[in-house]
């Protein structure tokens, strides 16, 4: 079956801009999590979705933003964008919330640059 | 605060060897345990958990040992190949892994021919 697909794979954007990413977790999935890789920080929680509502939250500003449709399918927001949020953003999805015993499925990320 | 430590950015072993990667948690309330493997440009895949409840939990080449009085776990792989050159990120979670995941910023491993 198909595995969480995440669009746009690779994105730049100007200071200022905003920019919405895309999630198509694995049929059949409810619960999809966004999370943000930095070399610096390693992978930090951004949010996560179960039946189209905001479950969790992770401690970022609030110019992040997500959310779910019907369908499972999630978008995450970002708005005036900073150099910072220059990174690779995974999206994992899940039967039910949290990893369980099979762990996340991860896709494979859109890797944002911002100039 | 970090808190999933993976105190060794890299690891370098020849093949055929073990390799075992080390991971620290401050959290108590911690009690689920994976370990994820990511090459680049691909998102991280699942490798190995292990639920408080256990000290040990394999799966073919690769074995998770938790001791929860030290708060420590570590992933031993055996032997080591090539492919299996990644970085390997350890990450928890609480409620039997029902929450988010805390992960640790990654040892890169490096498997030597």
């Known amino acids: 079956k198909a595995g969480v697909t995440q669009t746009p794979r690779y994105l730049i954007k100007t200071r200022g801009q905003q920019v919405t990413l895309s999630c198509s977790p694995i049929s059949g999935h409810r619960s999809v999590s966004w999370y943000q890789q930095t070399p610096g920080q390693g992978l930090q929680f951004l949010f996560e979705?179960?039946?189209?509502?905001?479950?969790n939250k992770g401690n970022f500003p609030g110019r992040f933003s997500g959310r779910q449709f019907s369908n499972s399918r999630s978008e995450m927001n970002v708005s005036t964008l900073e150099l910072g949020d220059s990174a690779l953003y995974l999206c994992a999805s899940s039967l039910d919330p949290g990893p369980s015993n099979y762990g996340y499925t991860f896709g494979s990320g859109t890797r944002l640059t911002v100039v | 605060d970090q808190q999933v430590k993976q105190n060794s950015p890299s690891l370098s072993v020849q093949e055929g060897r073990i390799s075992i990667l080390n991971c620290d948690y401050t959290n108590s309330m911690f009690d689920y345990f994976l370990w994820y493997k990511k090459y680049p440009a691909e998102g991280p895949t699942f490798l190995i958990s292990i639920s408080s409840i256990k000290d040990k939990n394999e799966d073919g080449r690769f074995t998770v040992f938790l001791n929860k009085s030290a708060k420590h776990l570590s992933l031993h792989i055996v032997p080591s190949q090539p492919g299996d050159s990644a970085v390997y990120f350890c990450a928890a979670s609480p409620q039997g892994g029902s929450e988010k995941l805390v992960f640790g910023k990654g040892t890169k491993l490096t498997v030597n021919p």
């Open positions: 979705y179960f039946s189209e509502t905001q479950r």
